[in-house]
């Protein structure tokens, strides 16, 4: 019996099942997440203290930006600074003080690398003092790779500017309640919400808007176009996130800003973007209007991307975090996943997630796929030459080989990059995923044309 017949005939699991390999994060450095805040905070600049690898690494992987005037640097540690025959503040405060008279940003972000865990730097101890004597905020984030995956850089970013305190020092009552627009009588009266996650100008604007459809009006978003105007967080205030690896920043908020997170689905695909809202409107004890018809428009203009992925079969080696919600988007388009892999699973602020895509799997009437945290590449390869899928979504490091062999492979890293969130960016999901399905087809036509002029 064939592994897909296997899978068909196979019982519905009532419980997801997980499983954990190696425990190493097989992914891009978590230092590249200053390719997309340093655009995101228009008035900061990144300072990444490491070693000329994390340099090198850096001008790689970033380089293509590099005529752009980017607002992040690199800080190299030589062997003065790591024997500790260097002060750690002076060389600092004479880097920051060179941003400073260069660039005038309204924040410097020190990132840290392996290199100041190893050698034990204390960032968080030199900020403050170094913050107080240049005039000049200083926000420290860990985004080794040592403890952190990819996409977990920005966790680490947006949790340290999570518990910066708030530059307005008045505190409201706690029964205050969102501002009502005198030109628009749409809002409700509700708590203050606070959005979480780095995510493009125009999608924050359509998110933003479909919650205003509902009477909901957006306090904020963590982090803002500019640091000046981050929004003021304040004990009571609900805050919800956008993306499923800043389980770290929900958790600051939590404990550091008493803040109410709302555990819902986030909003990547049609499916998870109305559960997204849903979740928001009860919270708030608001009627959700137009979401069902909403969601279906957007599923009938996804037809012909379906229609490629009906009944073909994905495999994810695990890279960015946003596995899990990929996966519900993919199988509820009628794609069979046959395994989930994910570098770090936050069950508690992934759990509505999870949910769905439980609820997604029972009404497809397909098999719950396994989830493997850490897995191991070496593994994973055997088990993708076993089960033969059509499509692998993987690390740039592993996608060459997997072609080699005659499977056709999806960088995960361009699904970060991509505006993948909301309902009329649903589309842009698909469009990925179906591109190297759509070139073979191509490739096969073209291939038949030659074959038949040759004849």
């Known amino acids: 019996m064939t592994l897909m017949k296997q899978v068909q ?19 891009f450095c978590p230092i590249s997440c200053v390719a997309w805040l340093y655009q995101k905070i228009e008035d900061s600049f ?14 790689n992987a ?61 960032l968080e101890g030199i900020a403050p003092k170094l913050e107080v004597e240049i005039d000049l905020p200083i926000v420290v984030a860990r985004a080794n790779g040592l403890d952190y995956a990819f996409t977990q850089g920005e966790d680490t970013v947006l949790a340290a500017l999570a518990q910066r305190p708030n530059q307005e020092k008045s505190k409201p009552s706690l029964d205050i309640v969102t501002p009502i627009d005198s030109q628009d ?59 499923p690896y800043l389980s770290r920043t929900a958790t600051t908020l939590m404990r550091r800003r008493k803040c109410k997170l709302i555990g819902a689905p986030f909003p990547i695909g049609p499916d998870g973007t109305r559960a997204w809202l849903e979740k928001i409107c009860s919270v708030f004890e608001i009627q959700p209007k137009g979401l069902k018809e909403r969601e279906e428009e957007i599923w009938e203009k996804l037809k012909y991307y379906i229609s490629l992925i009906d009944g073909k079969s994905v495999f994810f080696m695990g890279d960015n975090l946003l596995e899990i919600s990929l996966a519900r988007f993919l199988i509820r388009s009628g794609m069979i996943v046959f395994e989930i892999g994910i570098p770090y699973m936050d069950k508690r602020y992934q759990g509505a997630e999870l949910q769905l895509l439980q609820k997604t ?3 497809k009437k397909v098999p719950i796929p396994i989830i493997v945290e850490k897995p191991d590449n070496f593994n994973q390869v055997d088990r993708i030459r076993d089960m033969k899928p059509d499509l692998v979504i993987t690390g740039m490091a592993h996608a060459n080989p997997l072609e080699a062999r005659g499977i056709n492979t999806k960088w995960s890293v361009e699904f970060t990059f991509a505006q993948i969130h909301g309902f009329t960016n649903a589309i842009e999901v698909l469009e990925l995923v179906t591109r190297p399905l759509r070139r073979n087809q191509k490739l096969e036509k073209i291939s038949s044309e030659r074959y038949t002029d040759r004849r």
């Not at 990144?46 to 001008?59: A, E, M, N, P, R």
Request: net charge negative; aromatic share 10%.
């Open 9 to 27: 005939n196979e019982e519905l699991k009532e419980k997801i099942n997980f499983e954990c390999e190696t425990g190493n994060y097989h992914t």
């Open 46 to 59: 990144f300072l990444v203290i490491g070693t000329k690898t994390c340099g090198y690494f850096l001008q």
């Open 62 to 122: 970033l380089g293509v930006m590099i005529f752009a005037e980017p607002r992040y640097a690199m800080a190299e540690l030589e062997e003065g600074d790591i024997s500790a025959q260097l002060s750690d503040y002076e060389e600092l405060k004479r880097l920051c003080l060179q941003v400073k008279r260069d660039r005038n940003p309204s924040v410097i972000f020190w990132i840290g690398t392996c290199t100041t865990e190893i050698i034990k730097m204390d």
């Open 185 to 243: 009588n749409n809002f409700v009266k509700h708590p203050p919400l606070i959005l979480f996650g780095s995510i493009p100008d125009p999608v924050v604007n359509q998110l933003t808007l479909e919650l205003k459809k509902q009477g909901i009006y957006v306090s904020g978003w963590l982090p803002s176009k500019r640091y000046t105007e981050l929004p003021l967080i304040y004990e009571g205030n609900y805050v919800c996130g956008v993306n």
């Open 361 to 363: 799997c029972k009404e």
